[in-house]
């Protein structure tokens, strides 16, 4: 798994994530009409937006083997936290995700 080529917080880092969050969660848009009323409710949203990047969503660059061929993998499964990309009902199912 690539990581930063320093100790230092890198801040495109961040800024990356901020991007890929805000494109997957229209709470987090500047100008929009998804809105949170409660926090719990932007609280969930955001856990989950979370959690499908890291566990469903397949990621081209974690996908390449050594050989030149590809499968598809996730980041949780570059890590080692799972051994196959979830799908989305499996994700939802999960209570520690959405509590």
Do not use: C
Request: aromatic share 10%; no cysteine; charged share 20%.
């Amino acid at each position: 798994m690539e990581r930063s080529p320093s100790n230092k917080i890198n801040t495109s880092y961040i800024e990356r994530s901020n991007g890929t969050l805000g494109q997957h969660n229209g709470n987090l848009h500047r100008k929009s009409l998804f809105f949170a009323k409660e926090n719990e409710s932007f609280e969930s949203r955001i856990a989950i937006t979370i959690a499908y990047y890291n566990f469903v969503k397949p990621h081209m660059t974690l996908s390449e083997n050594p050989n030149g061929t590809s499968t598809p993998r996730t980041p949780a499964q570059a890590a080692g936290i799972a051994d196959a990309p979830w799908n989305v009902i499996y994700l939802l199912a999960r209570p520690e995700i959405s509590q």
